[in-house]
């Protein structure tokens, strides 16, 4: 399984973005989609997360400024963020967790490589 993001780049302090990730492979079921980001000098940390049964998380810096969202069928999650802060530069990871596969037992978290978010004035 691969996670494949797109969306970050360089985004105006205030303004929006979106970002999404598909997850690729022989898939049958992910639990829970997610995104976290890492800022410089700061631990990774949650954005947001949906489950399959479309209950959300979020982290308290982005309440009421993030919607994570998912399509299930594409096994592909949305975040999209407004109102953009400084504090939102970093770099976002997606996370596909608790992942069924085809002919493999068990499941498997899997991280995306990251994709950074610059916020400029």
């Known amino acids: 399984v691969q996670l494949q993001a797109s969306g970050g780049g360089l985004v105006q302090l205030g303004g929006s973005l979106r970002l999404s990730c598909a997850a690729l492979?022989?898939?049958?079921?992910?639990?829970?989609m997610g995104w976290y980001r890492q800022a410089p000098g700061k631990a990774r940390e949650l954005v947001a997360d949906i489950t399959s049964g479309g209950a959300t998380k979020y982290a308290n810096s982005v309440m009421g400024r993030a919607t994570i969202s998912r399509d299930s069928a594409e096994n592909t999650v949305y975040l999209q963020m407004d109102s953009l802060e400084p504090e939102d530069l970093a770099v976002y990871y997606c996370?596909?967790?608790?992942?069924?596969?085809?002919?493999?037992?068990?499941?498997?978290?899997?991280w995306g490589p990251g994709t950074l978010v610059t916020v400029s004035s």
């Open positions: 492979g022989s898939i049958l079921s992910i639990d829970v």
């Open positions: 996370l596909a967790y608790r992942v069924v596969e085809r002919g493999r037992l068990g499941q498997r978290d899997y």
